[in-house]
Each structure stands twice: as structure tokens, then as C-alpha cells.
């Protein structure tokens, strides 16, 4: 899917057109079931994590993998877990077209994507665009003081993201542009952009 795979647990599904017959489908996942999750990740994946490893190491005196030193191989071994769980965590896109029997199908455009827990880390795709740290937790807009917590930023960023990202030829829908976050709330709340503050 996109430039990943598909994830797990998904939970929610969106629609969004984008024209006569065809459009975006959004599909969040949710969360791995551990168990699960591990027991069929070779076969499904088709490559191992260090599972047994870790396991036996955090069932003998725990571990805080914070304290370890970053040159530690243990270490490594449950940032690769962890990565991988990540992975299969967040949302992806696909998009679609009705054919003229009035079927949908995929199209595989080049808009398809994933966008998961790691996205931007790695591939530097999203991080260098980011001014607030990736611990801030909150944002206060400056035109209303609203304060919108993480997960609010990041459903708008997504958003914007996805209509404005050039490596794709995404067809906007009507009346919609691509707003900062402090727009798209003020927007939101029926407020105007004060034409005086500068827009990023």
C-alpha cells in the first residue's frame, strides 16, 4: 500500500471524493495485538524480528531500553521491534475509480500512501517541515488561543499533508486549500484569518 504495507487492526474507513467517480479511501489502523501480531509476523512479513531474545531478557529483570547505551545491540534489537509495530500503526490511502460496469477499483496513483508511527524518522518525508519538537503536546492557535492537543495537530497536519504534497496529483475538492493549523481551526470555528498576522 503506498510506499509501506498494510497495517493492522483497522478500525475506520473514509471515503472522500474527488470527483465524478472516483476519489480517496482512508484507512486507519488502529493498534498490533500483541499475541497475534507476533506469533505470524515472519509469515506474513516474511522476515524475523528478535522476539525470543527480548522476551527472555525482560522476563528475567526487565529492561529500560532508555538507559541502554544507543551502541547497545540489545538495544537495536527492540528498536527493531519497535519500528516494526509502528509500522503497522497509522493510516493509509489508497485511491479509487468506479469502472463502467460500476465496480470500484484501485488505480495505484501515485497519491497512494501509508503514513505510520515512524513516518518522517527514516525517510525524511514529513520531520523536516516540523517546528514544534516531537514531545510538544499542545498548540495554542494565536488568533483565537485555542489550545488543540496532539492528536487534534496531527488529524489537521495529516489533512494538509495530503492535499498539499507535491510528489502527488491530488485532485482537491471543491472550495478546499491547503491551511496552516491555525487557519484550519479558526476557519473551523466560522472565524476569519486576521489579514494582518502572517500566515505560514
Known amino acids: 500500500m503506498g510506499n509501506s504495507r498494510c497495517g493492522y487492526n483497522n478500525d475506520f474507513l473514509s471515503f472522500i471524493e474527488t470527483g465524478d467517480n472516483e476519489g480517496y479511501l482512508a ?9 497475534p501480531w507476533i506469533q505470524s509476523y515472519q509469515k506474513v512479513i516474511g522476515e524475523s524480528l528478535p522476539f525470543e531474545e527480548v522476551q ?16 547497545d545491540q540489545f538495544k537495536a534489537k527492540i528498536e527493531q521491534i519497535s519500528q516494526a509495530a509502528l509500522t503497522d500503526q497509522g493510516i493509509g490511502v489508497i485511491s479509487l475509480k468506479r469502472n463502467s460496469e460500476g465496480k470500484w477499483e484501485r488505480t495505484n496513483s501515485p497519491a497512494d500512501r501509508r503514513i505510520y508511527g515512524i513516518s518522517g524518522l527514516k525517510d525524511g518525508r514529513y520531520l523536516p517541515k ?11 492557535c494565536p488568533y483565537c488561543q485555542t489550545v488543540l492537543d496532539r492528536d487534534h495537530n496531527a488529524a489537521i497536519n495529516i489533512l494538509n499533508k495530503g492535499w498539499g504534497d507535491d510528489r502527488a496529483h491530488l485532485k482537491v475538492p471543491q472550495g478546499m486549500r491547503k491551511h496552516t493549523l491555525e487557519e484550519s481551526w479558526c476557519l473551523c470555528q466560522g472565524g476569519e484569518i486576521p489579514s494582518a498576522k502572517p500566515s505560514r
Open 56 to 71: 527472555q531478557a525482560l522476563s528475567k529483570e526487565g529492561i529500560n531500553a532508555f538507559n541502554l547505551p544507543d551502541d
Open 27 to 35: 484507512i486507519n489502523f488502529e493498534y498490533i495485538s500483541a499475541l
Open 130 to 140: 516540523f517546528r514544534a519538537k516531537p514531545l510538544t503536546r499542545t498548540h495554542q
